[in-house]
DNA sequence: GGGCCGGATGGTATCGTTACCGTCCGGCCC
DNA sequence: GGGCCGGACGGTAACGATACCATCCGGCCC
């Protein structure tokens, strides 16, 4: 930054003052001192400025996993509306296991960040207290807590499902599956489960045609091999609920190989409204819980809440969206 | 972490070797220091650390987008190669455009990563200049640039679709179309697009079924609306390659929809071996690139680099893999 | 014309950690 | 017993930017 300043005759103040945003520099020196920085290849430090000014610009997230459509259109929404006021996004995945999230979490603190998104609302013990004490705002998506650290935005999965089982049962099924959900890594998808068996329960209907579907992320492979053990098992099964669109879809497609004609002997619905749902013949019924929103909408929190807008958490509810196509009717 | 020293009666230098992977503290030291930075709630801060040893251990990685299983795999593999060494990952996605690359590049070279690994080898002028100009070593991959900036690990889009042509012709199929590749965004996909007319024009065929499919990326809908059009326009057509497996996908539905068997009356393959096409009915023929070799040879060329290991550039060159199921049968 | 104001710029200390260099001390060798 | 060695720890300066305060100067008001 010193030689900068010494080719652009100005002080190393200035050329600092150049870099920023809305710093007082006439416009000719911002452009001689860019030109100079540019022609000597100068980078600019974020470490040092970082130390300095004690604010990094950006914003850390953990997610489930990286190839995950939906938590990808968290992400995007996120960082979509957080860039205008120069707030980057410092990413991590989790693999769905909450010690590795515990550790992500950790490094990410190290780096400080002006604030954090976790998906999901379990941790362990020490991850919840280091995010306690982070001193910085803390949101919680994807879920809703009984016990929030800060910060929520997020629904419930398993009213979600119950919408789900409550069309199923309007249209007159009664024997309903549901696949996936069974491990206790995937909160949400374990959330789903227990939504289901809820909502059979208050219909009176048997909850116990539960297929498990191995250790997340639930693949297609894995709907289609759940599905074949339930045919094999409960053939008189006339519907079924995945724990989403991709292991539905490879439920679909078992049906495909095996002749069972779908929705004519067995109605499919999924989860999350990926886009195979709704281009596979037939298409999928499914759930959307419109994950773009909840970026959009924990960006504007964020930002509200670093403005200093009060100190009270806010607990914001995405409305997730019935939407049935062919699969089950 | 003064205050940590003070708690464990030490001094801060200790504090911070206690911090460090090997430095030399007694184990008894070590644990005090620990346990008195947990009771405290001391977070190390990571910038200071950077900026005064200059050291960041991250390597930044630029996909040109999240959602894409393919990119996801190569970043799981680099992460995985990397993490022993205690490198982490920082990511960012350009959304198929090299403005946004550029901008992109210049961000993560301010946060001083030890290294860059790029996707693709198009890049703006100003983007080169940076990478050559960084001081790091850069990594051009899934591509073979014909001027390297520094190593790559990659292969070639064009040869890797001819393999599939070959597989085409030799079954007899002459009148074979391509879907995508029309967008000048998306490099890799007009790659596999040149390579396919090559292809047909080395065996002599008429190379000029190409049907566009939007701006990257490319998804399935596309991919079908891409597929409807061949159908109304070129209804003789055999055979079809399809810039990825989820346009294939896609295009494969639209045959469903409109009543055209595969492989009977149309054979169809795709390009990167995402699940969906090996698992939908019938599956699909692919081209396998090997992403997470991809990653896993990154990993292990950047460690190796930055273990001094000469300063030569390096060109790893992958092996994609042909992969026929019945969609082409 | 003197005083005042605000935009543009400069100087200095400092953010929290670690590189570098010392110190101390117990053990071992000749 | 003196010398040497190496493990464990401490003191100080410095990484490269910016917060904070100071300065300078042209223009405007009364």
């Given at each position: 930054m010193a030689d900068v300043a010494r080719v652009a005759g100005v002080s190393p103040m200035t050329v600092s003052r150049a870099f920023?945003?809305?710093?007082?520099?006439s416009e000719a020196t911002r452009s001689a001192i860019l030109r100079a920085a540019e022609d000597l290849g100068y980078v600019f430090d974020a470490t040092a400025s970082n130390l300095r000014s004690q604010r990094t610009d950006f914003v850390a997230v953990t997610i489930?996993?990286?190839?995950n459509a939906n938590f990808a259109e968290t992400v995007s929404g996120l960082s979509e509306g957080l860039k205008d006021r120069g707030l980057q996004i410092l990413l991590g995945y989790t693999n769905y296991d909450i010690h590795e999230e515990e550790r992500l979490i950790e490094q990410l603190l190290r780096r400080r960040p002006e604030a954090i998104v976790v998906t999901g609302g379990r941790h362990t013990d020490r991850a919840r207290r280091m995010l306690e004490n982070a001193g910085i705002p803390v949101i919680e998506t994807w879920d809703l807590p009984p016990h929030p650290i800060g910060h929520v935005v997020g629904f419930s999965n398993a009213a979600a499902v119950r919408g789900m089982v409550d069309h199923f049962v309007a249209r007159g099924l009664t024997r309903i599956a549901f696949i996936g959900g069974d491990a206790d890594r995937d909160t949400r998808g374990t959330d789903r489960r227990a939504g289901f068996i809820a909502a059979m329960q208050s219909h009176g209907l048997d909850a116990t045609r539960l297929i498990a579907a191995g250790?997340?992320?639930?693949s297609m492979r894995e709907g289609a091999d759940a599905m074949g053990r339930l045919l094999d098992t409960l053939p008189d099964t006339q519907a079924v609920i995945a724990v989403s669109d991709l292991s539905a879809f490879g439920a679909l497609t078992e049906c495909q190989r095996r002749g069972v004609d779908v929705p004519g002997r067995l109605s499919i619905a999924g989860f999350g409204d990926y886009e195979i749902g709704a281009i596979c013949v037939p298409p999928l019924s499914t759930i959307n819980p419109h994950p773009r929103d909840i970026g959009a909408r924990t960006a504007a929190l964020i930002l509200q809440v670093l403005a200093g807008d009060g100190t009270q958490t806010s607990v914001i509810e995405v409305q997730p969206e019935l939407t049935i196509r062919q699969s089950s009717l």
């Open positions: 920023k945003r809305d710093a007082s520099v489930p996993s990286l190839n250790i997340p992320p639930i």
